[in-house]
C-alpha cells in the first residue's frame, strides 16, 4: 500500500478531467508554483480514476487476507480494485499516511479537487524536480547551466509518461511566465513573457520541454517612480512660482510707493 501511496502522491495533478493546466512563475529571484485540480461534475467524484490491477502481489502473506484470489500487496495490507476521484483527493488530503503537506482541498457546491501553492527561491530550483507531476511524467528532469555561463537550461526527455498510465488524460498545458531573458525555447506559443507547451495524447511520445533562461531579467518600469517623480517636480515648480510671484508682488509695492 505505501509503494502505491506514493506513486499516487507525485501525479495528484494528472488524473482527473480532459484537461490539466500547471503555472510556474519565475520572477528575479524567486519561483512560483501553484496549481488546481478541480472536478466540477459531481457524477465523476464516485467513478474510479485510479486502476490497481497491475499492483505486485505478496504470496506469502497471511491467506486469511486473501480474498477471490486476490491477495494484497508486498507490505501485507490487502489492495483495494480501485480510488474513486473522492478517495483519492481525502487520501492526498485527510489521509495521514499519504497526506502531502501544502496540499489543500477544496470541497465547495459542484467543486471537489485540490490545490496547492509554493514559492521557492531561484537558486534552490533544483526543488522544482520534486514537484507534483514533473518527477512521475518524466524519466529525465534536469535544470543545468548552459553553455555560456549565463543562465540554466531547463529540459525534460521527450515522452510524458502519465499518458500510458491514465487513458482519462487529453491535454496537459504547461504554463512557465518569467521576467528572466529566454535565449531559446521549444514552446507552443509565447503569450506575454508567458511560455506554454500543449502535451496531448497525438504528441506525448516526443513532446519535451526546453527552455533556456538566462540570469539577465528585464526591468519594468516603476510607474510608482514616475509619479514620485513628478509629484516632486510640481511640488518644486510650485514653491519656484510661489517665491517669483512673492518676489515680484514685493517690487510692484517698493515701485508704488517711491
Not at 519656484?240 to 515701485?255: D, E, L, T
Request: proline fraction near 2%; aromatic fraction near 6%; include cysteine.
Amino acid at each position: 500500500m505505501k509503494k502505491k501511496i506514493l506513486f499516487l502522491m507525485a501525479i495528484i495533478f494528472l488524473l482527473t478531467g480532459c484537461n490539466v493546466e500547471y503555472n510556474i512563475e519565475i520572477q528575479d529571484d524567486q519561483i512560483k508554483v501553484n496549481g488546481e485540480l478541480l472536478e466540477t461534475d459531481e457524477l465523476k467524484w464516485n467513478q474510479p480514476v485510479v486502476e490497481n490491477t497491475h499492483e505486485e502481489i505478496d504470496f506469502n502473506m497471511d491467506p486469511n487476507l486473501c480474498s477471490d484470489g486476490t491477495c494484497g500487496i508486498l507490505d501485507g495490507e490487502p489492495d483495494t480494485s480501485s480510488l474513486t476521484f473522492r478517495e483519492l483527493v481525502d487520501l492526498k488530503t485527510i489521509d495521514p499516511d499519504a497526506k502531502i503537506e501544502g496540499l489543500e482541498k477544496v470541497s465547495d457546491i459542484g467543486k471537489l479537487g485540490i490545490s496547492t501553492k509554493k514559492t521557492i527561491s531561484y537558486e534552490s530550483r533544483n526543488s522544482l524536480k520534486k514537484m507534483p507531476g514533473i518527477q512521475t511524467c518524466y524519466k529525465n528532469f534536469s535544470i543545468v547551466e548552459n553553455e555560456n555561463k549565463d543562465g540554466v537550461i531547463l529540459s525534460t526527455s521527450n515522452k510524458n509518461l502519465c499518458f500510458d498510465t491514465y487513458d482519462i488524460l487529453e491535454e496537459i498545458k504547461i504554463r512557465l511566465k518569467t521576467n528572466h531573458e529566454v535565449e531559446n525555447h521549444n514552446a507552443d506559443e509565447v503569450v506575454d513573457g508567458e511560455y506554454i507547451w500543449k502535451i496531448n495524447k497525438n504528441n506525448y511520445n516526443n513532446k519535451s520541454i526546453q527552455i533556456n533562461l538566462l540570469n539577465k531579467t528585464h526591468k519594468k518600469f516603476d510607474f510608482r517612480l514616475l509619479i514620485l517623480l513628478g509629484s516632486a517636480i510640481l511640488v518644486i515648480v510650485g514653491i519656484v512660482g510661489i517665491i517669483v510671484m512673492s518676489v515680484y508682488i514685493k517690487s510692484r509695492k517698493v515701485n508704488s510707493i517711491q
